[in-house]
């Protein structure tokens, strides 16, 4: 009789937790088809600031969403030219494990520090710091695979038409909208949250 109770009460709770997101208000629909495996991406830049304030966000999604959650570094806001520079560091940063650590480096360095990365030599102190000499780094961003991938980054923001940062679209068809939780008491729990139910559509 309990196991039927609480049968009964999942699916009386079931609607109304699925509508607690709403189309044109948490999300808008911004393509037809979703892609072929379910992911959350967000397109960011290491020169936005609101990118480093939302940066506790993009953390809480790759925790809660390991393998799904993606990080896509675009070059259209290109300080000084820096722009492609620092989405093939990003790259590089990824591909030796270190983009946890290289990110936060470069984002205090940006916006804690107020010393903004404009320069080939700023980069390579950074890498450097990190273990990584400037012709190691210097040779892997200019390496065939991390230019095509940063080009694939661009095409990805450019076939969606993403133009700011930080911009968040879950299975390459529902962007995300951050306004619509204005008044929530948990921003990025139920951030996290409208991620999931997305991934599920």
Same mark, same amino acid.
């Given at each position: 009789?309990?196991?039927?109770?609480?049968?009964?009460?999942?699916?009386?709770?079931?609607?109304?937790?699925?509508?607690?997101?709403?189309?044109?208000?948490?999300?808008?629909?911004?393509?037809?088809?979703?892609?072929?495996?379910? %992911?959350?991406? %967000?397109? *960011?830049?290491?020169?936005?600031?609101?990118?480093?304030?939302?940066?506790?966000?993009?953390?809480?999604?790759?925790? %809660?969403?390991?393998?799904?959650?993606?990080?896509?570094?675009?070059?259209?806001?290109?300080?000084?030219?820096?722009?492609?520079?620092?989405?093939?560091?990003?790259?590089?940063?990824?591909?030796?494990?270190?983009?946890?650590?290289?990110?936060?480096?470069?984002?205090?360095?940006?916006?804690?520090?107020?010393?903004?990365?404009?320069?080939?030599?700023?980069?390579?102190?950074?890498?450097?710091?990190?273990?990584?000499?400037?012709?190691?780094?210097?040779?892997?961003?200019?390496?065939?695979?991390?230019?095509?991938?940063?080009?694939?980054?661009?095409?990805?923001?450019?076939?969606?038409?993403?133009?700011?940062?930080?911009? *968040?679209?879950?299975?390459?068809?529902?962007?995300?909208?951050?306004?619509? *939780?204005?008044?929530?008491?948990?921003?990025?729990?139920? *951030?996290?949250?409208?991620?999931?139910?997305?991934?599920?559509?």
């Amino acid at each position: 009789m309990k196991k039927l109770f609480f049968a009964v009460l999942a699916l009386v709770m079931w609607p109304a937790a699925a509508q607690q997101f709403e189309e044109g208000v948490h999300y808008e629909v911004i393509a037809e088809t979703a892609t072929d495996k379910p %992911e959350v991406r %967000e397109y *960011f830049s290491f020169l936005c600031s609101a990118c480093y304030r939302f940066e506790p966000v993009a953390k809480a999604l790759a925790t %809660e969403y390991p393998e799904n959650f993606v990080k896509n570094h675009v070059s259209f806001i290109n300080y000084k030219g820096m722009g492609i520079s620092l989405s093939r560091a990003y790259l590089v940063a990824r591909q030796l494990n270190k983009d946890a650590e290289i990110s936060d480096a470069i984002f205090k360095r940006n916006f804690i520090d107020n010393n903004m990365i404009g320069s080939k030599e700023d980069l390579q102190d950074i890498f450097a710091a990190h273990g990584i000499p400037p012709e190691e780094l210097d040779k892997a961003m200019n390496s065939f695979s991390v230019r095509g991938m940063a080009n694939k980054m661009d095409r990805n923001a450019s076939n969606l038409s993403v133009n700011a940062t930080p911009t *968040f679209i879950v299975n390459g068809k529902y962007k995300m909208d951050p306004a619509g *939780f204005r008044d929530s008491q948990d921003f990025i729990g139920d *951030f996290v949250k409208l991620a999931g139910y997305l991934l599920e559509k």
